[in-house]
């Protein structure tokens, strides 16, 4: 779902209720592709679904992904996936937190 994320900005099922999500994780459905950019490589999408296989061990561990994103010349950081797929907002700007006042708080 990571790489879901990254290719599209945004989070799997952020319009669903936390009980459809259940739902849909028991039910084996998949999030949307249509959010993904249309020049993503089809060998990306296709590392991503892998990755959502029902089965543990049909699922791809993060050295295979690593090397299969790399054999598309990409270097699987968010930094560069970033700047290969648009920029999007980061985890910081999507949050409500204000991480300064976290961080006084776990100071005192």
Do not use: C
Not at 9 to 22: A, F, K, N, W
Not at 32 to 42: A, F, G, I, S, Y
């Amino acid at each position: 779902m990571t790489l879901y994320e990254l290719l599209t900005g945004i989070h799997p099922y952020s319009d669903r209720e936390p009980l459809m999500m259940r739902i849909f994780k028991l039910d084996n459905q998949t999030p949307d592709l249509d959010p993904v950019q249309k020049n993503t490589p089809e060998a990306l999408i296709k590392v991503m679904t892998d990755s959502w296989s029902y089965e543990a061990s049909d699922r791809p561990d993060f050295k295979e992904i690593t090397d299969r994103v790399k054999i598309l010349g990409i270097e699987p950081t968010y930094a560069s996936l970033g700047l290969y797929f648009g920029e999007r907002r980061s985890w910081k700007e999507e949050g409500n937190t204000d991480n300064k006042s976290v961080g006084r708080g776990m100071q005192n």
